[in-house]
């Protein structure tokens, strides 16, 4: 192919059915379905569309993504078989693999598959049964497809044409609506788990340190490989002596050391390290830090209070159906709260409090038998510290998230073994916070850890947690609160290792 060839811009997705979408494209006319046997082949580290079809070499090159999401793809190569060494070692280079041992004048597809491209690790050849009908919708070429390969099936619909703005029309005439712009080679890498990729991401906060590592699908899909959380109380004694302590300082750092070996252990690329209200407070957080660069080659970037909400909303509004009214979203913490309220996708507003569970379970006592009075007074001492959230009465909905939360869910469904599904999605209601409340002061630390659900480390500090919580539905005039299990790692995930590269 030339240069002369005009790159055409595409938008596409994948699911099982597609909605109005698919009700409009059949009452169309159209031509009968066109029914193919194909050979994709997949480049680990590649965006191209390599494959045989009809016995000609197809390749196309991913040139350019724009800000809607829409792909332009560009023919580089349409040769027949058998194929010529210059031309193999072109299609080599498209699939970003290394050289090959290119030993014939020319290729049959049988010599090209079994010689150079099966016996590789960086490529994989797919067999692909499709079955397309194609349409016309607004001046662009629209098709519906399916998928059949060894490792599974798949259906797509797709909008293509030359003028991006017809594209992104005619998407909209259609309804379709996905979170990201899939290519046909991306999916088939997820099918046949192909080129995942893990990332890391440590969340070191005032009373503990998250470890989440998740893994990429080619189609931009996430699965969860490690989510966990380890109790380090960073933030001990910091309110009253104004420093992290040695020991905290120690703890913390072997919970870091023992996430980059696992993180090592799962062959993770990368790893984002962040700090929160612990590290943004102590002043001598630079002891932290660079013990941690230093013996651990991970460094702890020290976030702000307004960035650290943001990123929680973020987590929250790519798992949960947020709606279209205003929503307040709020992280609790050891040392702070974060708060982001938006309308939709939208973020209005996003703020941080110094309200955390560690500094109220150190300042009132909460980590044992807690009186009425003291109660009281610990809880009118938060509502004062939450007087910001007195401007945002009308809210619609609220969504929660971090480790007080998840633990007064988990309790509430008597998990003994925490259930993200189960969790994750939980209305959890005023009454079941004051039962919990009750249940938590009338118990010290040693009593506390015998309740099923609860995690053993968070026992000293539940009680301010769920205090912190009930609070902030009271502050909204709201008796109830949906649970998300994301956070702030989750958020990181989405923004630091986006899908295309």
């Not at 150079?116 to 067999?127: E, F, K």
């Not at 893994?215 to 309110?239: K, P, S």
Request: aromatic share 4%; with cysteine; glycine share 8%.
């Amino acid at each position: 192919m030339t240069d002369a060839i005009i790159p055409r811009w595409e938008w596409r997705m994948f699911a099982e059915r597609f909605g109005a979408a698919e009700r409009r494209l059949a009452s169309l006319a159209t031509a009968p379905p066109e029914v193919s046997d194909e050979l994709y082949v997949l480049g680990r580290k590649s965006e191209a569309s390599v494959k045989v079809r009809d016995g000609s070499m197809d390749v196309k090159r991913l040139e350019h993504v724009d800000d809607h999401g829409l792909e332009q793809w560009r023919p580089v190569m349409k040769a027949a078989f058998p194929l010529a060494q210059a031309d193999v070692v072109r299609v080599i280079e498209a699939l970003g693999a290394s050289p090959a041992d290119i030993v014939r004048v020319e290729y049959t597809v049988d010599e090209l598959v079994g010689e150079v491209l099966r016996p590789r690790a960086d490529v994989l050849v797919l067999g692909v049964h499709k079955e397309r009908v194609r349409f016309t919708v607004g001046g662009c070429m629209a098709e519906l497809s399916e998928l059949q390969t060894e490792h599974g099936a798949t259906r797509t619909v797709a909008v293509e044409s030359e003028d991006p703005d017809r594209v992104i029309a005619a998407v909209r005439e259609l309804g379709l609506v996905a979170p990201h712009n899939v290519s046909v080679p991306r999916k088939l890498k997820a099918l046949a788990g192909f080129a995942a990729r893990r990332y890391a991401v440590i969340d070191v906060g005032t009373n503990s340190v998250k470890f989440h590592i998740g893994e990429r699908a080619a189609d931009g899909g996430w699965r969860a490989i490690v989510d966990r959380a380890d109790v380090t109380r960073l933030g001990q004694d910091l309110e009253s002596t104004g420093r992290l302590g040695d020991d905290a300082i120690h703890r913390t750092t072997q919970a870091i050391a023992g996430m980059a070996e696992e993180a090592a252990r799962n062959d993770v690329e990368s790893i984002v390290a962040v700090g929160t209200a612990g590290l943004r407070i102590a002043p001598n957080r630079a002891e932290l830090i660079d013990a941690v660069r230093h013996i651990h080659g991970v460094d702890v970037e020290v976030i702000p209070g307004d960035e650290e909400a943001r990123l929680a909303y973020l987590a929250t509004a790519s798992e949960l159906d947020v709606g279209d009214g205003t929503i307040v979203v709020f992280d609790t913490g050891g040392g702070s709260s974060q708060f982001t309220i938006g309308r939709g996708t939208h973020v209005e507003e996003r703020f941080s409090l110094n309200v955390g569970a560690v500094r109220c379970m150190e300042r009132f006592g909460l980590d044992g038998f807690v009186d009425e009075a003291t109660l009281t007074e610990a809880l009118d001492a938060i509502a004062a510290d939450l007087a910001r959230l007195d401007d945002w009465l009308a809210v619609e909905r609220v969504v929660g998230m971090g480790g007080a939360v998840t633990n007064l869910t988990a309790v509430k469904h008597g998990l003994a073994v925490y259930d993200r599904d189960v969790v994750h999605g939980t209305v959890l209601d005023r009454a079941e916070i004051d039962r919990q409340i009750d249940l938590y002061r009338t118990r010290d630390a040693d009593q506390r850890r015998a309740i099923v659900g609860l995690q053993a480390n968070r026992a000293p500090v539940i009680l301010a947690g769920a205090c912190i919580v009930r609070s902030i539905l009271a502050k909204l005039g709201r008796e109830s609160l949906t649970v998300s299990d994301r956070g702030l790692r989750h958020g990181l995930l989405v923004e630091r290792f986006p899908h295309t590269t």
